[in-house]
């Protein structure tokens, strides 16, 4: 049982970035997926939310109209699509089961910078 992320990366201001994260072990369309992150002394926050289908997304204020959560069943994969990057979005990102029993990916570093 785990998830995997991969997709960061250094980019400058303005640019973007696709995050993946791939699931294995347990029956990936039935739960929500979240994205989150955690910057350099500050503590990990929730970027993004997808339900278990997919009809339901949610965002935090800072990345929305910015930040898109999406997901392939099909693949047991769910993606977040970045545009207009910013310095402060620079942080590890990381993927997480929604619903208990709680699991993380590893996470994969994100920095913004010219």
Known sequence: ?????????LVQPGGSL????AASGFPFSSYGMSWYRQAPGKERES???IS???GTTNYADSVKGRFTISR???KNTVYLQMNSLKPEDTAVYYCKRASLPTLWGQG???????
């Open 18 to 21: 696709r995050l993946s994260c």
């Open 72 to 74: 392939d069943n099909g």
């Open 52 to 54: 278990s289908t997919g």
């Open 47 to 49: 970027v993004a939310y």
């Open 108 to 114: 994969t570093q994100v920095t913004v910078s010219s």
């Open 1 to 9: 049982v785990q998830l995997v992320e991969s997709g960061g990366g």
